[in-house]
């Protein structure tokens, strides 16, 4: 059984900064998936935040996240962990933040517990 585990999440203020990271468990290695960041707010459905490619490391993001959000992966040795650098946070940014195998909530494989963000004005 795979298990992504989330981390990073927390109270930040509004303009604020937070990083996100997703580990995935045992000999599971993230390297050669896409690999995708999704959000759930209050009250609202699940949406994609951003993918992160399976080759090239190409990325994408949802529109309100281009110019603020960056996600990366670190590859070195085994400790294969996809992040998530969120800039510029505003209160419209709290949410659960899941990470996934896979960049569409349709056909992704596996999910983390997700990481609860709040963002303060």
């Known amino acids: 059984q795979v298990q992504l585990v989330e981390s990073g999440g927390g109270l930040v203020q509004s303009g604020g900064s937070v990083r996100l990271s997703c580990a995935a468990s045992?000999?599971?290695?993230?390297?050669?998936?896409?690999m995708g960041w999704f959000r759930q707010a209050p009250g609202k459905g699940r949406e994609a935040v951003s993918c992160i490619g399976d080759t090239d490391d190409s990325t994408d993001y949802a529109q309100f996240a281009k110019g603020r959000f960056t996600t990366s992966r670190n590859k070195n040795g085994n400790k294969n962990t996809l992040y998530l650098q969120m800039n510029g946070l505003s209160t419209e940014d709290t949410g659960i933040y899941y990470c996934?195998?896979?960049?569409?909530?349709?056909?992704?494989?596996?999910w983390g517990q997700g990481t609860q963000v709040t963002v303060s004005s």
């Open positions: 996934a195998v896979g960049c569409s909530e349709y056909s992704a494989i596996y």
């Open positions: 045992g000999a599971f290695s993230l390297d050669h998936f896409a």
